[in-house]
């Protein structure tokens, strides 16, 4: 048992972590959809414009520790509060852990001024079009030779997600595949907009002729997806090596776009790793999604215990701001894995944060 961790199902993923430490690597895949323009879907970002901006202003400040393509700073502002961004607590929780990482461009429209693998040229459109993400297979494939790349370098991969919105294409994705999960994806604001996400879902899943439960994985996420999610899945099939997967119910998604393309897949060498915002969110149902999908998905529950904080920002994850992003639940899921405590990593996304 490790302070700060809740684990749901088996154990043996933190120990090939903490028997490989100098062996891990992990993967910040960053993407954007212009469906989070959309006012009031996703709280990523200072305003619904400036969203598109937050996977770029993510990855830069981890890398140098400052944000190059925008003056605003990337957080999440509800009635004049505001919390900071989740890759502040990745940052942290990586440096704590000392886990090297690599950035993935699935498909962002801002491109960070960092260096970066890109998996295609197309950011992710407006779902309501039913036209989410141009080239999916293009993304899925390039994602796979990485995977099998790594896969002969490091025993064990840790990969995380910065994408505005990616709760509502995580929706979109999940019911084009057949999945209840109205009213179970989690979100970025205290406010969970359920009615405005299953309005755009249905409005694209429409428009793009798909049925609930009838659509491939690719014809899913080409019509309600985004960039992200079949880099992930790519990532994850293409590799042979155990996986992190250091998120959500966006992270849940990829798995139902894993078990699309490979039915027999198995997900005994899979972990979510995500933090308690999440899986105590009341406005969500990570396990009611993911156990449709297979029972053998264990969950790693990470609490920072933000409640002992001083930063205020901090203390609003505590009230439905933020919750998780970046891998950033991944990143401190590895820091308290890897032996520090839950106070020295608070300590330290503190002193990230200021």
């Known amino acids: 048992m490790i302070d700060g ?18 062996n891990a690597v992990f993967l910040l895949t960053i993407g954007t959809t212009e469906t989070s323009e959309i006012e009031g879907i996703s709280g990523a970002g200072a305003s619904a414009e400036l969203t598109a901006y937050t996977p770029a ?5 981890m890398v140098l520790g400052e944000v190059r393509c925008t003056d ?18 990745a940052k942290a929780g990586l440096q704590l852990a000392n886990i090297p990482f690599v950035v993935v461009d699935a498909g962002s429209k801002i491109k960070p001024d960092i260096e970066y693998v890109s998996f295609g040229k197309e950011y992710g459109r407006d779902i309501r079009t039913g036209k989410g993400v141009l080239n999916p297979l293009e ?12 896969s002969n370098r490091h025993e064990i991969l840790l990969i995380g997600e910065s994408i505005p919105a990616g709760t509502t294409t995580a929706l979109g994705v999940l019911k084009a595949l057949g999945y209840e999960a109205n009213e179970k994806v989690s979100g970025s604001m205290p406010h969970n907009p359920h009615d405005l996400k299953s309005k755009t879902v249905d409005e694209g ?21 985004d960039p992200t999610l079949p880099a992930i ?11 992190i997967l250091a998120g959500g119910t966006q992270m849940a998604a990829a798995c139902a776009v894993i078990k699309s393309v490979q039915p027999t897949f198995d997900f005994s060498r899979i972990n979510l790793a995500t933090t308690v915002f999440v899986a105590s969110d009341e406005t969500a149902d990570l396990f009611g999604i993911l156990e449709q999908i297979d029972d053998n998905i264990t969950v790693n529950v990470v609490d920072p215990r933000f409640e002992e904080s001083e ?7 505590l009230t439905g701001f933020v919750k998780e992003g970046a891998g950033a639940g991944g990143a401190m899921f590895a820091a308290l894995a890897l032996g520090s405590s839950v106070e020295k990593l608070r300590k330290r996304i503190e002193k990230v944060c200021k």
Not at 5 to 22: F, V, W
Not at 72 to 89: H, I, N, S
Not at 140 to 149: S, V, Y
Request: aromatic share 4%.
């Open 139 to 150: 993304i899925f494939e390039n994602a796979k030779d990485l995977g099998a790349e790594l």
């Open 311 to 317: 930063h205020e920002g901090l203390k609003n994850y």
């Open 57 to 61: 202003a993510d990855v830069e400040f």
């Open 5 to 22: 961790i809740t684990t749901y199902g088996s154990t043996d993923l933190i120990e090939k972590l903490q028997e490989n430490r100098d």
């Open 233 to 243: 899945a790519g990532l994850v099939i293409g590799s042979d090596v155990p996986v």
């Open 72 to 89: 605003t700073a990337a957080e999440t502002v509800v009635d004049g509060a505001a919390a900071p961004t989740p890759a502040r607590l």
């Open 205 to 225: 899943l429409k428009n793009a002729g798909i049925t609930p439960g009838e659509a491939d994985a690719m014809q899913a996420i080409g019509a309600v997806g």
